[in-house]
């Protein structure tokens, strides 16, 4: 059974704070994806993650993958208000590799930023 | 346009009830999905269809029953339901292939079993 696990669940910080989310999966994949989720919406696609080593940044956030460890990282640079939301890491879930697979979704991470 | 419409937005059913929800696409994505989200909980896949056939059904129970027209559309109707069928319904979108292609959610159907 495949598991994606995350953490920290919940984080409150302050806004200029750097911080990093942890995601760690089960089963050899090389596609991991970063959704995020304001309350009351729908998920928001922020990363696709499709080799080992691959890096994208956007904004204040910067995600990475490492396949060989089975971890992805989200990290928050200098952050701001406007980046409160939940954070989920998500892993194809049969990762057939050549048809539609759902997603298997970490628990998410509440992240609060305080002014 | 990278938009994929669901309604009713909010939708309250008694359990003997009989409705569907709806899910729309014109991204030309040949994979459509449901999930359901509970309240402070990650999303759970429910079904997928690629290229318009049932690949994948999550042991869903039977008061739940995909149906994919045609491309663009995914319905999904609901039967008998029980009061902790009350979540957040939501579909999502892609192409198919071996490369890994992101998912597209809708809003969400927020339904209330009573």
């Known amino acids: 059974e495949l598991k994606v696990e995350q953490n920290p669940l919940f984080l409150s910080m302050q806004e200029g704070k750097n911080y990093t989310i942890y995601c760690n999966y089960s089963?050899?994949?090389?596609?991991l994806y970063w959704y995020r989720q304001d309350p009351g919406k729908s998920l928001e696609s922020l990363f696709v993650?499709?080799?080992?080593?691959a890096v994208k940044q956007e904004g204040r956030l910067m995600a990475s993958l490492d396949t060989k460890a089975r971890l992805s990282t989200l990290h928050i640079t200098a952050a701001v208000h406007d980046l409160s939301a939940t954070y989920f890491c998500?892993?194809?879930?049969?990762?057939?590799?050549?048809?539609?697979?759902?997603?298997?979704f970490g628990k998410g991470t509440h992240l609060i930023i305080q002014p | 346009d990278t938009e994929v419409t669901q309604t009713p937005k909010h939708l309250v059913m008694g359990m003997t009830n009989k409705k569907s929800l709806k899910c729309e696409q014109h991204?030309?994505?040949?994979?459509m999905y449901w999930y359901k989200q509970k309240a402070k909980k990650p999303p759970e896949l429910m079904f997928v269809?690629?290229?318009?056939?049932?690949?994948i059904n999550e042991s869903v129970p039977s008061r739940f029953s995909p149906e994919c027209p045609n491309s663009s559309l995914l319905n999904l109707h609901l039967h008998a339901l029980q009061p902790e069928d009350s979540a957040l319904y939501l579909c999502?979108?892609?192409?198919?292939?071996?490369?890994?292609?992101?998912?597209?959610f809708g809003p969400g159907t927020r339904l209330t079993v009573t």
């Open positions: 999502a979108s892609s192409q198919v292939g071996r490369e890994a292609y992101e998912q597209y």
């Open positions: 089963t050899t994949s090389d596609r």
């Open positions: 993650l499709l080799s080992n080593g």
């Open positions: 998500a892993v194809d879930a049969r990762n057939s590799g050549g048809g539609a697979d759902g997603l298997t």
């Open positions: 991204m030309g994505h040949r994979a």
């Open positions: 269809y690629s290229y318009e056939k049932l690949s």
